[in-house]
C-alpha cells in the first residue's frame, strides 16, 4: 500500500507556474530560477499547507473537489510568491551547483548506509537553545564527507531551528553485504564567548546491498544535549565529553 500526497503535484505545478509568471513580466527582484530555487520554493509551500492523503483511486476522487478549491489555490499562490522572494534573497550554499551533486550518487557494490545524526546546543546558564554555535563532525580528526552537498558539515545553530543541528555522513565502501563495523566520530562544538566542547561517540553500521538514496528519519542517532559555559564562568565540569 502506497501512501500520496495529493499536495505535491498540485503545490509543484502552481509553484512551476508561478516562476513562468514572473518571468514574464521581469520581476526585478527575481534573482535566479533554477531546479535548485524551485525545489527550495515548493518545500517551503509544503512546509505550510495541509496534506491531502490518499491510498487508492478513490481516495483522489474524494480529494478532486478539494484540490479544485480556489481558496486551496489562492493559498498556494500566496505561498508560492513569498517562498519565491525568499528563495531569491537567501541563496543556499550549494544554490550554483548542478542537481546531481545535490542527490545521493547510486553505486553498484555494497556500502555502508549511516544514520542520520541529530543533537541540540544548550547554554549553559539558561540551558535555553544556543544560537550562533558551530557544530562539525569529524572522524579520526577529519571532516566527515556528507551525503550530499544539501548536508553541511560544519553546520550552524539558529533561533528557528532551536538550536539544533543534524548531519547525514555519506555511505561507505563495504567489502560484503552483511558485514558490520564499528565506526567513531567526534563532534567538535564552538561558539564566540562560549568555552569549546567536544563530544565523542561510537556507532555499529551493517553493510547494505544499495545506497539508501533517500532520507529515512526513522534510522537516526539522536546525541544527548551539549551544554556551552561562557567563557568567563569557573566550573568544574570537564569540557571534554565522552560518551559511555
Keep these: 500500500m502506497n501512501v500520496h500526497n495529493l499536495m505535491e503535484e498540485v503545490v509543484v505545478y502552481r509553484v512551476n507556474k508561478l516562476y513562468e509568471q514572473v518571468k514574464e513580466v521581469n520581476a526585478t527582484w527575481l534573482t535566479c530560477d533554477c531546479e535548485n530555487c524551485r525545489l527550495d520554493t515548493i518545500s517551503y509551500v509544503l512546509?505550510?499547507?495541509?496534506?491531502?492523503?490518499?491510498?487508492?483511486?478513490?481516495g483522489v476522487l474524494h480529494a478532486r473537489d478539494v484540490m479544485e478549491d480556489p481558496q486551496v489555490k489562492a493559498d498556494i499562490d500566496a505561498l508560492g510568491i513569498e517562498g519565491i522572494?525568499?528563495?531569491?534573497?537567501?541563496k543556499r550554499p550549494f544554490h550554483?551547483?548542478?542537481?546531481?551533486?545535490?542527490?545521493?550518487?547510486?553505486s553498484e557494490n555494497p556500502v555502508f548506509n549511516y544514520p542520520t545524526i541529530q543533537g541540540t546546543i544548550l547554554e549553559g546558564s539558561t540551558f535555553e537553545p544556543l544560537t550562533g554555535?558551530?557544530?562539525?563532525?569529524?572522524?579520526?580528526?577529519?571532516?566527515?564527507?556528507?551525503?550530499?552537498?544539501?548536508?553541511?558539515?560544519?553546520?550552524?545553530?539558529?533561533?528557528?531551528?532551536?538550536?539544533?543541528?543534524?548531519?547525514?555522513?555519506?555511505?561507505?565502501?563495504?567489502?560484503?553485504?552483511g558485514e558490520t563495523k564499528k565506526v567513531s566520530f567526534t563532534i567538535d562544538v564552538s561558539c564566540p564567548g562560549y568555552d569549546d566542547i567536544t563530544y565523542s561517540f561510537d556507532t555499529t553500521l551493517t553493510a547494505e546491498s544499495v545506497v539508501r538514496g533517500e532520507l529515512?528519519?526513522?534510522i537516526s542517532l539522536k546525541i544527548m544535549d551539549l551544554v556551552m559555559f561562557k567563557s568567563e564562568i569557573k566550573n568544574d565540569m570537564d569540557r571534554m565529553i565522552v560518551a559511555e
Design 47 to 58: 512546509n505550510r499547507i495541509h496534506p491531502k492523503y490518499v491510498v487508492s483511486g478513490r
Design 85 to 90: 522572494r525568499i528563495v531569491s534573497t537567501t
Design 96 to 106: 550554483s551547483s548542478p542537481r546531481k551533486e545535490c542527490t545521493v550518487q547510486s
Design 133 to 177: 554555535a558551530t557544530v562539525t563532525l569529524k572522524q579520526k580528526g577529519e571532516l566527515v564527507e556528507m551525503a550530499d552537498m544539501t548536508w553541511a558539515n560544519p553546520i550552524h545553530t539558529y533561533q528557528s531551528t532551536k538550536g539544533t543541528y543534524s548531519f547525514w555522513p555519506r555511505a561507505t565502501p563495504a567489502k560484503k553485504d
Design 216 to 218: 529515512d528519519t526513522t
